[in-house]
Structures are given as structure tokens and as C-alpha cells.
């Protein structure tokens, strides 16, 4: 059987994402044929064996499970939390599978999210070689001036790392605030609530509208549903992930 990395094996057994097995091998929670592993080390599925934490890792192949969510305000992007609060898979119910969240919207976004335990393809959506354009629909106090609409679709500086341009559209406006639509091909952490925070707006409501060719089309918030074939086949082909069969 061909060799893999060990933080692949990891992920598409479903126990943790690629990233979080780095983390543990780097932690050296884990064992390849009762030796410490360390990041790097290829293995045979079929030959090796794999412990973490002391506990054997089987990995049988399966049909991964592909999950879109309209996320709610007040949920944590995330399948646990140390502190108690509420997580995305807490809305999860009838999954028995350990799917993990694809990007992240922070606690108080709302919008389109994806799951799965599908460890390359979850990989592939999150590297910025091969990210998707996510539009956003943002909800800032007042109105929007030009030099303030400037301001956003200039290359600004996040964090000490230069942004791309990002085309912002602004909306309807009333006296409630303005509407804006953001198309990011990138997403730094919380990106957009940093850009509106330097061109002197607040945001009062972020939510993301579709990610790719993917959509909400009316799914209500705090419910999801399955992936069908065309949108998971649609997701291969847009990240080059050569799917197995």
C-alpha cells in the first residue's frame, strides 16, 4: 500500500483535522510501532501501527460526509470548547461522524459553513493556494463615503500582512445603516471587522452568503444539510483534488 504522511492518515481517520495531528506528533502524543513519531513521518496504512495517546488509530476507508451550515451568532467554529460555549457541531444532531469545520466565521458571524471529515479536501479549502471567493453581506452603522469605500478596497495592511484588493460593493442604505458586499479570495482572522475598523466603520452585522458556486438559497439559520454529489464533485475540481474511488 503506498506510503502517506502520518498527519494525513490521522485526519482521514477522522480523529482530528491535518493541522491538530501536526500538533500532537509535534507534542509526541503519537506512536508509530511503539516509537514517537515525528512530523514528516510517512506510513503504511496497512502495515504500520499507529497509536495516539496509547490508544490504537484503525482507519477503515468510508464515505466522507460533506456538511453545509447556515452558522448562527454565539457559536464557536469549532468541535469543542474548554470554556463551555456553544459550538457548531452542537447543532449537529444525527451526525455520528467527527467532521471538523472548514475555515471559520467568528463567534458573533453568521453565514455559510462547511464541514467535513474529508481531511485533504478540508486541507485543500483552507490553503490560500487553491481558496475559493467567499462573498460576504455586511451590515456597517450610517452611511458610506467614497474615501471610506476607498479606504476598503485598497490594499490595506492586516496584521502586518498586505491584503489583496477586495471588491466591496456598497448597497441599500436607510436609516438603519448601509449594506455591503465583500468578495474575499483570501481570509485572514477577522479580516473584513479589521478593514471596516480602518476605514472608521461599524460593523453591526457580518454574514457570509456563499462560498464558490455554494450558496444558502434559504437554508435557515442553525440548520444544515448534506452536500449533494454535484456540489462535493464541484469542490474537487475547484481545489485540483484528484477524488479517490
Given at each position: 500500500m503506498k506510503?502517506?504522511?502520518?498527519?494525513?492518515?490521522?485526519?482521514?481517520?477522522?480523529?482530528?483535522?491535518?493541522?491538530?495531528?501536526?500538533?500532537?506528533?509535534?507534542k509526541g502524543r503519537v506512536c508509530v510501532n511503539g516509537h514517537v513519531a515525528e512530523i514528516g513521518t510517512q506510513i503504511d496504512p496497512a502495515a504500520d501501527l499507529v497509536t495516539y495517546?496509547?490508544?490504537r488509530v484503525l482507519f477503515e476507508k468510508k464515505e466522507h460526509i460533506y456538511i453545509m451550515m447556515n452558522k448562527p451568532r454565539g457559536y464557536l467554529c469549532s468541535t469543542e470548547d474548554d470554556r463551555g460555549r456553544k459550538c457548531v457541531t452542537d447543532l449537529l444532531d444525527g451526525v455520528t461522524a467527527r467532521v471538523y469545520p472548514v475555515g471559520r466565521l467568528d463567534l458573533i458571524s453568521e453565514g455559510l459553513l462547511l464541514l467535513t471529515d474529508d481531511g485533504e479536501l478540508k486541507n485543500r479549502l483552507t490553503h490560500p493556494s487553491y481558496s475559493l471567493p467567499k462573498i460576504y453581506r455586511v451590515k456597517v452603522s450610517g452611511e458610506v463615503s467614497e474615501s471610506q469605500h476607498l479606504t476598503l478596497t485598497s490594499p490595506l495592511v492586516i496584521d502586518g500582512y498586505k491584503i489583496r484588493p477586495v471588491d466591496v460593493t456598497v448597497g441599500e442604505s436607510d436609516e438603519s445603516g448601509t449594506v455591503l458586499k465583500f468578495t474575499l479570495k483570501e481570509g485572514r482572522n477577522r479580516q473584513i471587522r479589521k478593514m471596516c475598523e480602518q476605514a472608521g466603520l461599524c460593523v453591526k452585522r457580518l454574514s457570509r452568503i456563499s462560498i464558490g458556486n455554494l450558496k444558502l438559497d434559504g437554508l435557515p439559520v442553525g440548520k444544515w444539510r448534506y452536500l449533494d454529489a454535484k456540489e462535493v464533485e464541484y469542490l474537487y475540481k475547484a481545489t485540483k483534488v484528484q477524488k479517490n474511488v
Open positions: 506510503k502517506v504522511r502520518l498527519q494525513k492518515f490521522l485526519a482521514d481517520a477522522g480523529l482530528m483535522s491535518r493541522r491538530a495531528a501536526e500538533e500532537e506528533i509535534a495517546r496509547g490508544k
